[in-house]
């Protein structure tokens, strides 16, 4: 998820230079009933039938596979091979080469990993069943090494990656179906910058064999296998979060021996061939997003069983689609004032995002959606080019979950990373350079918790410092220099809060009081330019408020009285440009999908904005050009 650079991007693709833009799926070897050397592709993003990519070396079935954003590597098979190799680049096609040996000739193994590194796991070379996991760099050829163990032997197990973890599950432990020693429900957690053996993951909730999986950056999806034929639910699972099988849906037709290979850009997972007894051509795709059901995606070129699928995209590897290749815009440029809204409820929660133009009075419109449903007030934030979206309530599960998007290109916001802890009606804001996420809810129960990232690096949030008191469901909002935070509920016996807190953003460290506001409150919303902040709405126990109040940024003090909203509403969403201040939806009590505008350099009432697509309350705002970032 590069920064955007218009300039940068038309001269590389007018040059042709992307040589790892489209997405890729592969399907390779397998047997119809003999064994072949055909590799298969489509591109995940639209439906239709599989094309010609090239040859593996040897005809194989039972093998793992893996992709970069750069190329495909299979390793072992049947005939208990021990050979890896690689495919030709995804952007060309063509056939494999060798890349080296595996520690241990075997088939049924499985194969999980990130954009360096791939790590092929399990397996067996009857009577011995291998608990062996070996590694190598998609960079370098040469035979593999030892990466470490799995909690047991097992054979014909399923893999699936986000960019850090890589979860193996279900097969045998022992034996050829049908005596195998087996399915297994059991479950295994590697760390894949780290070299050592497995942990427990938790268990699916059915036992599995001869089965397989595939994932985003954030969920994994696991096939019935051959235990469980008749076409019953798959199960998914959050790969950040041990033990979190649930069901998930049905394929178009019971089989086994279908192999899939997933996609972070089209958010999709992609199943293809397999046997009921007899083989199949068909391939079937699912949402990871919205789940619960597949469809029919196209053929693959023939009737085939195990032939291994991989991709340049699963687990988030190589980014997404429209930031690889993100084309001018005839209609917006970084910075000019773009308005986004991120989650919510609707009653339901939602993972829409939409989009405003904030310096043009009218409706919001549909922009993509969030990696998962996002309730109960994830903390959004963002600079000139990238938006972000943290924490949030799934229900019933609160997330750690960091979710980025480029503003430029409409599209499905990806996996950025986690916060520390799971958190829930939080706040962010964010200079240029560093987003800054006040954490609200852990665990029911208000915290002071700040945390931050950097917004241009991919990565794990990082602890900050601390509010003044805690708080949740506070307000906040910056300068390119300062953040400031306000209102929210303390718990018992705080209550409701009028506290203003500030931070500098440059620098680590506890926040100072700013002063308080007119009233206090919370579930409140907030905007800025550079020189002044607004808070609007917000409500306590007994009344929603039409307040909005205002503070110069740049001096502590307490906040004066800016003019009114529109109408009363708590639960309100804030963003704002360096001249318009925005307050989108909310509840007084019921939902509203109004949005209200005011001019933040004059005090006076909010005018009529326009609507949202819904009536909806508890998401979040951001925008490219708050605070004086366009500056």
Same mark, same amino acid.
């Given at each position: 998820m590069a920064i955007w650079n218009?300039?940068?991007?038309?001269?590389? %693709?007018?040059?042709? /230079?992307?040589?790892?833009?489209?997405?890729?799926?592969l399907w390779g070897g397998g047997a119809t009933p003999s064994t072949i050397n055909v590799i298969d592709q489509v591109n995940p993003v639209s439906t239709g039938n599989a094309t010609d990519f090239g040859d593996l070396i040897a005809a194989r079935q039972y093998m793992g596979g893996m992709g970069n954003k750069i190329k495909g590597i299979y390793g072992g098979g049947d005939g208990a091979s021990n050979v890896i190799q690689n495919t030709a680049n995804f952007a060309s096609g063509g056939n494999c080469s060798d890349f080296g040996n595996l520690t241990n000739s075997r088939l049924g193994l499985t194969a999980v990993g990130n954009d360096t590194r791939i790590i092929f796991a399990g397996g067996d070379s009857a009577p011995t069943y291998y608990n062996t996991m070996d590694q190598v760099n998609f960079a370098t050829t040469g035979d593999a090494t030892d990466f470490g163990d799995l909690q047991a032997g097992e054979s014909f197990v399923a893999g699936a990656s986000s960019t850090t973890r890589g979860v193996i599950t279900g097969g045998n432990a022992g034996g050829d179906a049908p005596a195998a020693t087996g399915p297994e429900a059991t479950t295994h957690l590697i760390t894949l910058t780290t070299l050592g053996n497995a942990t427990d993951f938790g268990e699916m909730i059915t036992a599995k064999n001869q089965n397989t999986a595939c994932s985003n950056n %954030?969920?994994?999806?696991?096939?019935?296998?051959?235990?469980?034929?008749?076409?019953?639910?798959?199960?998914?699972? %959050?790969? $950040?979060?041990?033990?979190?099988?649930?069901?998930?849906?049905?394929?178009?037709?019971?089989?086994?021996? /279908?192999?899939? !290979?997933?996609?972070?850009? !089209?958010?999709?997972?992609?199943?293809?061939?397999?046997?009921?007894?007899?083989?199949?051509n068909v391939i079937d795709f699912c949402s990871f997003v919205s789940g619960s059901s597949?469809?029919?995606?196209?053929?693959?070129?023939?009737?085939?069983?195990? $032939?291994?699928?991989?991709?340049?995209?699963?687990?988030?590897?190589?980014?997404?689609?429209?930031?690889?290749?993100?084309?001018?815009?005839?209609?917006?440029?970084?910075?000019?004032?773009?308005?986004?809204f991120m989650g919510g409820e609707e009653p339901g929660y939602v993972n829409k995002i939409e989009k405003i133009t904030i310096s043009t009075l009218g409706g919001s419109s549909d922009f993509g959606d969030l990696t998962s449903v996002k309730g109960r007030v994830p903390a959004g934030l963002a600079n000139i080019t990238r938006a972000v979206c943290a924490g949030g309530n799934t229900s019933p599960s609160t997330l750690a979950t960091i979710d980025a998007f480029e503003i430029a290109s409409e599209g499905n916001a990806q996996d950025f990373g986690d916060l520390a802890s799971v958190a829930q009606n939080s706040k962010g804001t964010s200079s240029q350079t560093r987003g800054i996420i006040n954490l609200g809810d852990v665990s029911d129960s208000a915290v002071d918790t700040i945390e931050y990232i950097t917004?241009?690096?991919?990565?794990?949030? $990082?602890?900050?410092?601390?509010?003044?008191?805690?708080?949740?469901?506070?307000?906040?909002?910056?300068?390119?220099?300062?953040? %400031?935070?306000?209102?929210?509920?303390?718990?018992?016996?705080?209550?409701?809060?009028?506290?203003?807190?500030?931070?500098?953003?440059?620098?680590?460290?506890?926040?100072?009081d700013f002063g308080d506001l007119t009233v206090a409150r919370n579930s409140l919303a907030a905007g800025s330019s550079s020189v002044r902040g607004i808070f609007s709405g917000g409500g306590d126990a007994g009344s929603d408020y039409n307040t909005i109040d205002y503070v110069t940024i740049a001096s502590t003090g307490d906040a004066t009285d800016f003019g009114d909203l529109t109408a009363a509403r708590g639960n309100n969403m804030g963003l704002s440009s360096n001249t318009r201040g925005i307050s989108g939806g909310g509840a007084g009590p019921s939902n509203s999908n109004v949005i209200d505008y005011v001019t933040i350099a004059s005090t006076g009432d909010a005018a009529d904005f326009g609507d949202l697509t819904a009536a909806r309350q508890q998401g979040h705002g951001a925008s490219d050009s708050h605070g004086g970032l366009q500056g």
């Open positions: 218009i300039k940068e991007r038309n001269e590389l %693709v007018r040059s042709n /230079e992307f040589i790892d833009v489209a997405p890729v799926c %954030v969920k994994g999806v696991v096939t019935n296998g051959q235990a469980t034929l008749a076409n019953g639910s798959y199960e998914q699972f %959050v790969i $950040a979060t041990t033990g979190s099988f649930s069901t998930f849906g049905q394929l178009t037709a019971g089989r086994f021996f /279908e192999r899939g !290979a997933g996609s972070q850009v !089209a958010q999709r997972g992609l199943f293809g061939g397999g046997a009921n007894p007899s083989n199949t597949f469809s029919d995606f196209g053929d693959l070129s023939a009737a085939k069983k195990s $032939a291994e699928g991989l991709s340049n995209n699963a687990g988030g590897i190589g980014g997404s689609y429209p930031d690889l290749v993100q084309r001018p815009s005839v209609t917006y440029m970084p910075g000019s004032g773009r308005g986004l917004i241009a690096s991919v990565g794990n949030a $990082a602890d900050f410092g601390n509010l003044t008191t805690t708080a949740k469901n506070h307000a906040a909002f910056s300068s390119p220099t300062r953040g %400031v935070a306000a209102g929210g509920y303390g718990g018992s016996p705080a209550g409701y809060l009028n506290i203003i807190d500030y931070i500098t953003i440059a620098s680590t460290g506890n926040a100072t």
